[in-house]
């Protein structure tokens, strides 16, 4: 009786297991996504590689100060995806639109002070990449 009762439990879990194996897995879809990086380093999300290299202009606006014009920030950085690899000056709040990404540096921090100087150590940037919907139309010969 046990051993019946125990070849009816692995029939069962060797039927469970073939049909799990037949299910659709689960893909990530997740198309958009926002990571922080620090001068330097190299980050890496949504098959896209982001390295900020140099700080080129920081004129934002110091919290403490009223000004006229808000400023910005720009940053040399080194891009890396299934396109190929650039290096371009990227600006906040300007999106880089490639063919399958748009990349937009979204903050960066510390907050400008007009009674501080902020080491280039202590910025971090952060970045926003989004994945576009990219339709893919073979060619096909006319004959």
Sequence with gaps: M????FIGFAVLVLIIGIIASFAPTEEST????QREVKLGETIGFLDVKINPLELIEDSRCPIDVQ??????????????????????IM???K???TEAEEIILI??????EST????????????????KN???VPETNNL
């Excluded at 046990?2 to 009762?5: A, S, V």
């Excluded at 903050?107 to 400008?112: G, L, R, S, T």
């Design 116 to 131: 501080k100087t902020i080491s280039e150590s202590d910025y971090v940037f952060t970045f926003s990449v989004s994945k």
């Design 2 to 5: 046990k051993r019946n009762l």
């Design 107 to 112: 903050n960066v921090m510390p907050v400008a």
């Design 67 to 88: 000004c006229i014009q808000a400023g910005t920030v720009r940053v040399q950085t080194r891009i890396v995806s299934g396109l190929g690899e650039s290096t371009m």
């Design 91 to 93: 600006e906040l709040n």
């Design 95 to 97: 999106p880089i639109t």
């Design 30 to 33: 997740d198309t958009r996504g």
């Design 134 to 136: 990219v339709l893919f």
